[in-house]
């Protein structure tokens, strides 16, 4: 069985909920069906392509590809560990695994969407396992501070893999519990990464696409651990 992952546009021309009222109170705890925002049906087309490669953002992409999604706290930094890695065809950042449908960025940060910060990788499984692209997740962050990455607080900063085939299911489980016993040797706590079947991918805003490389001495937040996947 495959999961097929179909990312969908975001539209960010509707107003973004900014004001305080519509923050949540406690952005570490996710939002019930009810409390989330309502978003939007009307997705935006993503018109550009991948700044460093020129590869589309969008679908199609190349026979024989694969795609799973990352989450690593801030996705600036996340996407570029990927789209700096041997094989990966193309990335970008959106969110994910939250309930309002094509939410705004700011709607995200509210903490009022339930949604992850992700990055969307593309890959060739004939130059790239996806062993690899765990490895890189679990040294690129540190996946055990929950709905945090250092600095960066809420909901949508949380760790997450988020598979679209049952050999990337099996790979990330088992990676999780390799890198927990390597964690565990270093004096760390336990992993809070979530491992889920991809749920709709709804593209960032265009500005968010490739970040720092449009802006290179933009903010990153991204650290690891300090431990590596293999001793």
Known sequence: MRYDLQPVPLNASLKQVTSPMFSRPDKFMLPTPDT?????????????????????????????SEQILFGMGCFW????????????????????????????YHEVCTGMTGHNEVVLVVFDPEQVSVDVLLEVFWESHDPTQGMRQGNDRGTQYRSGIYVTTPTQ??????????????????????????????????????????????????YCGLGGPGV???P
């Open 36 to 64: 989330a925002l309502p978003g939007r049906d009307t997705p935006m087309p993503v018109t550009e392509p991948h700044v460093v490669n020129g590869h589309s953002l969008i679908p199609p992409f190349p026979e024989g």
């Open 77 to 104: 930094g996340a996407e570029k560990r990927f789209w700096e890695t041997d094989g990966v065809i193309v990335t970008a950042v959106g969110y994910a695994a939250g309930i309002t449908p094509n939410p705004t």
């Open 169 to 218: 299911h099996e790979a990330a489980t088992s990676s999780r519990d390799h890198f927990q016993a390597r964690l565990h040797e270093s004096g760390h706590g336990d992993i809070t990464t979530e491992i889920l079947d991809a749920p709709p991918f709804y593209y960032a805003e265009q500005y968010h696409q490739q970040y720092l490389a449009r802006n290179p001495a933009g």
């Open 228 to 230: 590596s996947f293999h």
